[in-house]
């Protein structure tokens, strides 16, 4: 694999150095024995992980009651970039509203340790590879959540900072948006509409809590986007129901 290592974050480049060239070589207990950190998966009450640190030693307890292993895996990586970034503190207790890769993209302790965690667990340069030449959806968000043992919300995230198609995805609950994320290449001139389209599967699934996947169905632009012009375009659209109870919908241009 011929990798431009100038162009490497510095947690790419950390994999790097461990010779990861392929997603199975994603190891992140390895990686922490690495760093002289030892991993301890047990129940925790009122945090998703916890870090101490000890001089030139540490401990990271990872939450064992979420059923996800994307969700762990990625609670490993946020205590990994704090004990790689934060070394002026020696303790952190981070809850559920602090680790995810949804919020890597502000700015403060918790969410710089999202971004470098979004990293550890999908790192550009294997994704890149990965997606190739593929189209924007949640089937292709699937494939990666398979392919490198992460969340689909994570995989999606990671799809949309990638492509260069006019695309977003958004959350609701109970048919109401809840937040969203647009590629690039989304034209700023179009707003997402704040309420589910009411024929469509995404409103019953907000309602019931239904965890599946729909198929990419195309539809008009302006059942999901407001704007002018809207009304001419036209949208590719799939949808998940998620173990938070909200849908995840990822749509993305096709006229």
Known sequence: MKIDLT??????????????????HIDLDAIAAQQQVEVI???????????????QRGVIS??????????????????????ICDQGRTAFACSINDIGPQNADTRSVETSANAYASQLVLPSYLV?????????????AQRLHETFNVS????????????????CIMWHHRGTLKRFRRSNAFPL???????????????????DGTRRLTVARRGAADRWLSGSGIQLREVEYQSLGTADGEVLTMLRFTR
């Open 128 to 140: 890149r590879p990965e997606i190739g030449g593929r189209s924007l959806s949640l089937s292709e």
């Open 7 to 24: 162009s490497l974050s510095d947690p790419e480049r950390l994999l790097f150095s461990y010779g990861v060239t392929a997603p199975p």
């Open 62 to 83: 990872v939450n064992t009651a979420s059923a996800n292993l994307g969700r762990r895996r990625f609670s490993l990586a946020h205590e990994i970039a704090h004990w």
């Open 152 to 167: 689909v919300t994570a995989a999606a995230l990671k799809l949309i900072s990638l492509t260069q198609e006019p695309g």
């Open 41 to 55: 998966y047990r129940h925790l009450d009122g945090c998703e992980a916890r870090l101490v640190r000890v001089g």
């Open 189 to 207: 001139d179009y707003y997402i509409v704040p309420e589910l389209p009411s024929e469509t599967e995404a409103f019953a699934m907000s309602f």
